[in-house]
Structures are given as C-alpha cells and as structure tokens.
C-alpha cells in the first residue's frame, strides 16, 4: 500500500455560531499484528492509533483509536465556528510516523 493519503472535508464557508460537520478519511492498512504473513510470523502491529483537531492552534477533537478500527479509518465529527482560521488534523501510527492536513474555513 502507498503512503497513508489523509483527506477531509471542511465547508469553505459558515456563519459564526454555526455547528458544522467535518469528515476525515486516511488510507491506511491498519495491521492488527494479529495476522500472521506467508511465512507463518505474525505481521507487526501498525495502526493508527491517535487523531487530533485543532482549530486555530486549540485541540477541538481527539480520539485514540484501537486494532478493532478497519482499515482506512473515517471519522466525522462536529465543531462550533466562532471565526475564520485553520483547522489542522493529525493521524499518529504506532510508530511515531505523522499524517498532517489542514483546510481553512471562512467564517460571515
């Protein structure tokens, strides 16, 4: 499989007070290491175990995530916009390997 490709959606536009919803969606294997490969080894454990959102430098959303999740893990969440800023999401392996993404939003 390639590189992990984070991708999410932000609306680019919200009045202020809004509650609107975000989607996020990584590619990603999510190896359990409780398969075991070709060669009857169980294949080392490597999944994404911590996401986080911030909005303007301030944690807004987190979660960590667990073997059982699939693979290619979506979340959708919900925030409240006060102002235009920068949302900026990180998905963290269990090897310290980080996946970044940010998208601005525009707040009337």
């Given at each position: 499989m390639a590189d992990p490709k984070p991708r999410v959606?932000?609306?680019k536009t919200a009045s202020k007070g809004d509650v609107i919803t975000i989607k996020t969606?990584?590619?990603h294997k999510m190896e359990t290491g409780l398969r075991k490969?070709?060669?009857g080894k169980p294949i080392p454990r490597k999944i994404?175990?911590?996401f986080t959102c911030e909005f303007n430098g301030q944690q807004v959303f987190s979660t960590n995530l667990e073997p059982a999740v699939s693979a290619n893990p979506y979340l959708e969440?919900?925030?409240k916009v006060e102002?235009?800023?920068t949302f900026k999401f990180t998905w963290i392996e269990d090897d310290g390997a980080t996946y970044s993404k940010?998208?601005?939003i525009t707040v009337n």
């Open positions: 959606k932000v609306p969606l990584i590619s490969g070709k060669d994404i175990n911590t969440f919900s925030v102002e235009s800023g940010e998208q601005e």
